[in-house]
Each structure stands twice: as C-alpha cells, then as structure tokens.
C-alpha cells in the first residue's frame, strides 16, 4: 500500500479530506493520472477556487458523465474507423 494512499485515507477518515477531494483523486487515480492530493489540495483550500471546484466536481464527476477505460476503448475505435473511411 503506497504512502500517499495512506496519507489520502488518514486524512479522510480524520474528516480533513472534503469529499469532492477525495472523489477528484478518486477518479484521477482509477484513470492512472499522476495528479495526488499535493497537487490539488490547494485549489479546495483557496477561497478564490474552491467553490467553483467544488461545483464542477459535483457537476461533472459522476458515474453518468465519465466513461469507463472499456468505454473510453471503443469510443476511440469508433472513432478511428469512422475517420478511416473518409
């Protein structure tokens, strides 16, 4: 179990980790995007940004709006194929 997962998980479980936090690292982490809770804990702490994150998170974030690494897949095959024929 690496570190900043532990680090995530303590701060989660200690109620310090905002849960739109936790949901961005979430998703970036099962899209193996190297982005981790230093990189991005700012932008929920900062007055100036954190609304809005917190906003487009809830917003965008969900099951409904993101495509699964399968989806993602056959999206681009389609995607290719229908350019190949052109």
């Not at 900062?46 to 993602?72: Q, R």
Request: proline letters at 2%; one cysteine or more.
């Amino acid at each position: 179990m690496s570190h900043q997962y532990i680090y995530w998980y303590s701060r989660y479980m200690a109620g310090t980790m905002p849960g739109e936090l936790q949901r961005l690292l979430h998703v970036l982490n099962e899209r193996n995007i190297g982005l981790g809770h230093d990189d991005l804990a700012w932008a929920f702490e900062e007055t100036a940004t954190a609304e809005e994150l917190t906003k487009w998170v809830n917003e965008y974030l969900s099951p409904h709006n993101l495509l699964t690494l399968e989806e993602l897949h056959l999206y681009v095959l389609k995607v290719c194929s229908y350019l190949c024929d052109y």
